[in-house]
């Protein structure tokens, strides 16, 4: 088996757009045979024509460390140039490290699978989105029109209007004061803006009150982080869980069957939560003894508990180091692949912003100044202005 070529572990299975590489029971020792390796790999893919999903095989693969850089590289730049999303398979302890590392360094989806079966899973998954996306271009999930907020003479929001399509990170950026947290505000019912209408999953509403917008899909997060801090992080989660629970106070009171079953079934989605988050080690410890980028992550899991739709998200990198935004990041790409969870987000960090989105807005003082893809809005003359200083 290993003495197959590069070129024959190269499967094409055209009936489900798909190009499997097999790289098991190989060891790559240096960049030259890295090179040679997607050499080959990228001649076949610039054969074909299209892009292609990929299933990278990584069975007992060795990847040593001076030759992993190169590989990162290459395995990027192949994605970038042919691919429409990847699945990995069979990873060792130390390869699946080093592609969650380069993920939340280059803000990939890691998407590493224990299972072929999983994997195929996953594929279908993605490309059930991508279809659905591409038939429903034009069928926007949510639309801002016209909205406009003032709190008595100061006006925080001056006719804004934004729309974002379902399946994709959104972010709101500006200056300080632009009204980028007011405006998360309005579209789940904290705030009541005096003009314009928020339409959500084709409803149209002046406002949105918190427990409508709750019901119909919509989770958010603060800056300011509002957990439960005497409680444990599972039962901080479980309380994301509570517009679920049908049981009534009786039954709860003294866990009769149907309050019983509910809570382990709740309990069941929390520790895929916990899971997917990676936070299994400190499931049982009390949140306000965690350090604060573990707290955003227990607020995003409580977020998550709720299975929303769309995913509001105040700053979520605020406060981080580096290591923190990287993880938080991948999470999010991976919440929005895998969940197909609508985003919106506020961040100042525009790295991060530019990487993540689809689409972004910009705000300043209160008005939207511009909106487009993060290449449009890094290179508009108004956004340079409003975070550089017009000199620049």
Known sequence: MNDRTITERVTFHEAIATMEVDFSCLTFADAAQVDAAYD???RRLAETGRRWYFLVIYTDCVIVPEAWERFAERGKNANIG?????????????TRDAIRESAGRDFFRAN???????AMLALG??????RDTQSAAEDIFLRVQNVSLRFGGVKAITGVSFEIKRGEITSIIGPNGAGK?????????????????ITFLGNVRHQMRPHEAALQGIARTFQNIALFKGMSVLDNIMTGRNLKMKANILQQAFWLGPAQREELEHRRKVEEIIDFLEIQHIRKTPVG???YGLQKRVDLARALAMEPQLLL???PMAGMNVEEKQDMCRFILDLNDQFGTTVLLIEHDMGVVMDLSDFVVVLDHGEKIADGTADEVR????????YLGASH
């Open 313 to 315: 998200l105040d700053e």
């Open 181 to 197: 947290s007011s405006m998360l505000n309005v579209i789940n019912g904290v705030y009541h803006p005096q003009e314009g209408t």
């Open 112 to 118: 590493i699978y224990d299972t072929r079966d999983q």
């Open 40 to 42: 080959d790999i990228e």
């Open 82 to 94: 042919h691919g429409l999303g990847s699945v990995r398979v069979g990873a060792t302890a130390q």
């Open 289 to 291: 003894r965690l350090p």
């Open 125 to 130: 998954e993605m490309r059930k989105r991508r």
């Open 379 to 386: 290179a508009d003359p108004l956004v340079i202005s409003a």
